[in-house]
């Protein structure tokens, strides 16, 4: 499949003097970046932030919503 990337020429010149010294493509340059990119992209296991919270830290707030923690913040009455 062919697609067309607009890319710095600097970089072009960098690819094509890579391909060079390697004796490959500028074409195949391009092709095992992006597949690096892929591969490190696939492997990675996704992020899960550790649960570190303490029941009961607060007792006036156990069991109150998400609003209610708000509203207690800024000490205003929800009843207003």
Do not use: C
Not at 3 to 27: H, M, N, Y
Not at 45 to 65: I, M
């Amino acid at each position: 499949m062919k697609t067309t990337f607009d890319l710095p020429e600097t970089l072009v010149q960098e690819i094509k003097r890579i391909a060079k010294v390697r004796g490959t493509t500028a074409k195949e340059i391009v092709r095992e970046a992006l597949v690096r990119v892929v591969d490190e992209h696939t492997d990675r296991e996704p992020f899960v932030l550790r649960d570190l919270s303490q029941p009961g830290w607060n007792p006036a707030l156990t069991g109150s919503s998400l609003h209610e923690h708000i509203l207690r913040s800024y000490e205003i009455d929800e009843r207003t």
